[in-house]
């Protein structure tokens, strides 16, 4: 269900990621609304990270977005309370199952996905009945609930048996499933269901850091802000929140008739609630703190391709967009002092173009395969650009007669045409992203190549006629030969990646 919904929603998390954060309130909104909608908290965590790899966010902005995710993942709670085990739906969690199947099978796009959105809905309910099931019989072999639980020692082994099972799980909301399933079965009792919630809680901190340890700077750090508002976030909650809620359920007639799993789903969210309001005031200083602590050394560039933005194939999409344009600027940039400058890039640029391009092909390889057709666009899109891109290094690097190309008139005039041509529209990575920028582009390239295609053959005799009034000798001769093939290949790779630009931003302005 999680996968459908974010690949259903990719776009709506870009959207409301990079517009909807603009102040701290804001963020935490936004987290909170995004894992209503995913139903996963790390799938907003993960597609933050990637956000703030791109620039999109700012790093204190991610803080928000992140501990509102935590906020948002209680819904699990109050979703099974009131219809997992207040009546059983397990009688149409079967008919659901089946109507998300054949959607699946025989529907495309938006509705595929809805139907497996479907299954997963019912398949959680069939599994809250089977867990009730297990949970029963459970409980008449090992009662939990005749072990104490009213001291820190026996509370903490609690927790830690809540910390094991999100890790086994990997999924807060399952773990908060079998809890609720649990408590209304009577295998554990109430004080024992808040021990487990805060255990989980903490539990789901392992998934992002086991993500971030081999991920970028922003990952490692956005995993050390989950990490400590979970742990903070606990310590209260085992010393202030569970005795407050615990007194309550004691002493306050109205408490008391509430149903222990009502009881336990609200304490999830006022969990999550305090954390935020002891977060709150710190923000800046975590901020700075967690900064300090994880010093970034990566390149900028590359910290775009974040590999947790792949659990949201738009996301992942937009960050290898960004990092495509970079690479095509810069290509475009060597050319162009190689034409005018007569200065062929160093091995040291040649090499990192090399590695960014590599690791472009290796990033788009790992995004999945879409059902979202407007996503799926995009991506054959991007794949179309990427092709022009590695043509375009291709002729950087097969260029070895820029020397010589200055010294004739008529060529060096059609080179200085296309640079021109270049400066006219390209002075910032930025302008890659314009429609209409690229569209005029393509315009102009397109002017360039048909002259040249009609003054090919005069060119060539311009060639001819500048070796003999120079006499110049064949070798040299042959090199500026050699320098109008590789113009005439360059111009038409350059106009035809103009093109395939104007049509996909076009498509993305519409």
């Given amino acids: 269900m999680t996968d459908s919904l974010k690949e259903m929603a990719g ?129 008449s072999k090992v009662n939990l609930a005749q072990y104490p639980s009213d001291t820190l020692l026996s509370q903490c082994l609690i927790i830690v048996i809540g910390i094991v099972m999100t890790i086994l799980m990997q999924s807060s909301s399952a773990a908060v499933t079998a809890t609720i399933a649990a408590l209304a079965s009577n295998a554990i009792d109430l004080q024992q269901a808040f021990c487990l919630v805060i255990g989980l809680n903490i539990g789901t901190v392992f998934t992002s850091v086991l993500a971030a340890l081999s991920a970028t700077v922003d990952a490692k750090r956005t995993a050390a802000v989950h990490v400590i508002f979970k742990i903070i976030s606990a310590v209260f909650a085992v010393f202030i929140l569970m005795p407050a809620f615990l007194w309550l359920y004691k002493n306050n007639a109205y408490v008391s008739n509430w149903d222990n799993i009502i009881l336990v789903a609200a304490f999830h969210t006022c969990f999550s609630l305090m954390g935020i309001f002891i977060f709150i005031p710190f923000l800046k200083q975590i901020e700075s703190l967690i900064t300090r602590l994880i010093p970034d050394h990566s390149p900028s560039v590359l910290q775009m391709l974040d590999r947790s933005s792949l659990s949201v194939p738009a996301l992942a999409i937009n960050a290898a967009s960004k990092v495509m344009n970079y690479c095509i600027f810069d290509v475009l940039s060597m050319i162009k002092k190689m034409i005018q400058e007569s200065i062929r890039p160093s091995n040291d640029q040649l090499a990192k173009i090399d590695e960014y391009i590599l690791a472009l092909q290796f990033y788009l390889s790992e995004i999945p395969i879409l059902e979202n057709e407007k996503e799926q666009k995009n991506l054959i899109y991007l794949l179309r650009i990427m092709v022009y891109l590695r043509v375009l290094r291709s002729d950087l690097g097969s260029m070895t007669s820029y020397a010589e190309m200055s010294t004739e008139p008529s060529l060096y005039h059609l080179a200085l045409d296309y640079v021109q041509i270049l400066d006219n529209h390209l002075k910032e990575a930025q302008d890659l992203i314009s429609a209409k920028n690229m569209q005029d582009l393509d315009f102009d390239l397109n002017n360039l190549k048909q002259w040249n295609e009609a003054h090919r053959s005069e060119i060539r005799n311009d060639i001819v006629h500048y070796s003999q009034k120079h006499q110049l000798n064949a070798a040299y001769s042959l090199e500026l030969f050699a320098a109008q093939r590789w113009l005439d290949r360059l111009i038409e790779h350059s106009q035809r990646l103009a093109k395939v630009l104007s049509e996909k931003y076009q498509i993305k302005t519409e």
Wanted: cysteine-free; aromatic content about 10%; hydrophobic content about 60%.
């Fill in 11 to 139: 776009e709506t998390i870009r959207v409301w990621l990079s517009k909807f954060t603009g102040s701290t309130f804001k963020a935490i909104l936004t987290g909170a609304v995004l894992t209503l909608i995913v139903q996963s908290s790390t799938a907003t965590t993960l597609a933050t990270i990637g956000f703030v790899s791109a620039g999109v966010l700012s790093f204190v902005h991610a803080i928000g977005v992140v501990i509102g995710a935590s906020l948002g993942s209680t819904s699990t709670g109050w979703m099974v309370a009131f219809l997992g085990v207040k009546f059983s739906i397990a009688q149409i969690a079967l008919p659901l199952i089946a109507i998300g199947a054949i959607l699946k099978l025989f529907a495309k796009g938006r509705l595929a996905l809805l139907g497996l959105t479907i299954a997963g809905f019912g398949l959680i309910f069939f599994g809250i009945d089977i867990l009730q099931i297990a949970m029963s019989d459970f409980a």
